[in-house]
């Protein structure tokens, strides 16, 4: 299995940014797929998750109405739209495959119920 990370970087506050997600050797389409980050210092958060079919998606609140998951099944991809962004969304971000089709509404953000993981890609938000 291979994921590659890509579109991260520096942005302005109140700017936009594209992270995407491209999984090789996995059944992508089967399996809801997650953004997690993690700031200096802190723990690592989940943010999102968007399930198999993309017709559900669940968000952090920290992150609720600014940021958008989305994907592509037939490009391996999955994608993450962030808006409006903030000093504190400054934050190395990971993809993640779930062991799983759906986002179940009290585990989506567990990191146990992911089994594939991106290497992380750089967010920098400068204010």
């Known amino acids: 299995v291979e994921v590659v990370e890509s579109g991260g970087g520096s942005v302005q506050a109140g700017g936009s940014l594209t992270l995407s997600c491209t999984i090789y050797?996995?059944?992508?389409?089967?399996?809801?797929m997650g953004w997690f980050r993690q700031a200096p210092g802190k723990e690592r958060e989940a943010i999102s998750c968007?399930?198999?079919?993309?017709?559900?998606?669940v968000y952090a609140d920290s992150v609720r109405g600014r940021f958008t998951t989305s994907r592509d099944n037939a490009e391996n991809t999955f994608y993450l739209q962030m808006n409006s962004v903030k000093a504190e969304d400054t934050a190395i971000y990971y993809c993640a495959a779930n062991r799983y089709p759906r986002c179940y509404d009290d585990e989506w953000f567990a990191s146990s119920q992911y089994a594939t993981w991106g290497q992380g890609i750089q967010v920098t938000v400068s204010s």
């Open positions: 968007l399930n198999y079919g993309a017709f559900y998606s």
């Open positions: 050797g996995l059944k992508f389409k089967d399996l809801a």
